[in-house]
C-alpha cells in the first residue's frame, strides 16, 4: 500500500471500529440483511442507497462489514467541523462533500481515487433524507451517475427501511429502545452497459442516475410489499410551485345575505360578526349577532406546498 493510501485512513483506527461497532450496532437494531451476495469480493464499488435518517449509516455500516468492505461514506462537510467526530471521521477514512463552493466536485475526484485502490463508497443520491410524503426515494442528483461512468465500477443498489423509526427525521433524540427492525436489502449491480463510452452530458447523466434510483426504489418496494408512486418526488420542483394554504390567510370566499336581527352593514363573509381572514372557498350563510356590524374584505397570503400536492402536480 502506497504512502497516499496510508494518509487515506487510519488502519488502527479502522480496526477499532471493526471491534467495538457491530456488537453496538445490533445492540440498537435488530438488523436484517439480505443481497450480500451481489457485493463484489474485492475491487471498488459504489453503493447506492435510499435514504431516511441518520440511523441509515450505521445500519449501512453494518451491512458493508458484514459484505467484506470496509464502507467509505460521503458525508455533509459541516459534520467534519464537530470536535472530536471530525477528527474521528478523518481517521476512518470518510469522505466531506461541500456544497455551494468551487469545489464541492472535488469529493468525486476522492472517491474516484479511493475506488481505484479498491474502496467501497457508500452514496445516497438523494443528497438528503427523503422529504417525500411516504418515504419513498426523490429525485436524486447526478453524482454517482458520473462517479459509475468515470470508473466503471459496479454500482450496487441497496434499500433500507426501518431506520426512520430509531431516529425520524427531524428528531434529535433517537429511540432505540425497545429495538426495531431493520431490514437492508442489495440487488444485483445496476446494468449501465447501454451508457459505455457516452459523452458525460446532462441527459446521459440524468439517465443513469434516474436508472439506479429506479434499482434501488424497486428494492424498497420489495421490502414495503407496496407499489411505489409512478413519478418520484422532486423537491425541487416542489419548491418552485405555489398552490393555496389552507393553514394561513387566504382569499376571502363570497358569503350569503345574513340576516341580521339589529342594526348593522350586510356584507360578505363566512360567519356572524366581522369578518377578517377567511380560508379559501364559498362561505356559508349565517345569521348576523345583534349590534353593529362591520365587513373587513379578508387579505389574500402566500400559500403553502404540501408534498402531496406537489407530487400530484408533478405526475399531471
Not at 119 to 141: I, K, N, Q
Request: charged residues 20%; contains cysteine.
Amino acid at each position: 500500500m502506497g504512502k497516499r493510501a496510508e494518509r487515506d485512513y487510519s488502519p488502527g483506527w479502522r480496526r477499532f471500529t471493526t471491534i467495538i461497532l457491530p456488537p453496538l450496532i445490533r445492540s440498537i437494531m435488530k438488523h436484517r440483511a439480505g443481497g450480500q451476495e451481489h457485493f463484489p469480493r474485492d475491487g471498488g464499488m459504489i453503493v447506492a442507497g435510499n435514504h431516511l435518517s441518520y440511523a441509515d449509516w450505521p445500519a449501512m455500516a453494518l451491512f458493508c462489514h458484514e459484505a467484506g468492505h470496509y464502507p467509505v461514506f460521503t458525508i455533509k462537510s459541516p459534520v467534519f467541523d464537530v470536535k472530536i467526530i471530525g477528527w474521528l471521521l478523518r481517521k476512518f477514512g470518510q469522505l466531506p462533500v461541500f456544497r455551494g463552493r468551487a469545489d464541492a466536485a472535488l469529493v468525486l475526484n476522492d472517491a474516484e481515487q479511493r475506488i481505484a485502490r479498491g474502496a467501497c463508497v457508500v452514496f445516497y443520491p438523494e443528497g438528503t433524507a427523503s422529504r417525500d410524503p411516504d418515504l419513498w426515494p426523490m429525485v436524486a442528483r447526478t453524482g454517482v451517475a458520473r462517479l459509475a461512468l468515470t470508473t466503471g465500477v459496479p454500482v450496487i443498489p441497496v434499500a433500507c427501511w426501518g431506520a426512520q423509526n430509531i431516529m425520524p427525521y427531524g428528531d434529535k433524540r433517537p429511540k432505540p429502545f425497545p429495538r426495531k427492525i431493520v431490514n437492508i436489502v442489495a440487488g444485483p449491480p445496476v446494468d449501465l452497459s447501454a451508457y459505455a463510452g457516452k459523452p458525460l452530458t446532462a441527459d446521459t447523466l440524468r439517465s443513469v442516475t434516474n436508472a439506479i434510483m429506479a434499482d434501488v426504489t424497486k428494492l424498497v418496494a420489495e421490502i414495503r410489499g407496496e407499489q411505489p408512486p409512478a413519478v418520484p418526488y422532486d423537491p425541487r420542483a416542489s419548491r418552485a410551485e405555489v398552490t393555496p394554504g389552507t393553514t394561513g390567510p387566504g382569499p376571502t370566499g363570497a358569503g350569503t345575505t345574513g340576516a341580521g336581527t339589529g342594526p348593522g352593514t350586510t356584507g360578505a363573509g363566512t360567519g356572524p360578526g366581522t369578518t377578517g381572514a377567511g380560508t379559501t372557498g364559498a362561505g356559508t350563510t349565517a345569521p348576523g349577532t345583534t349590534g353593529p356590524g362591520t365587513t373587513e374584505p379578508g387579505t389574500t397570503g402566500p400559500g403553502t406546498t404540501s408534498p402531496d400536492a406537489a407530487r400530484k402536480a408533478q405526475q399531471g
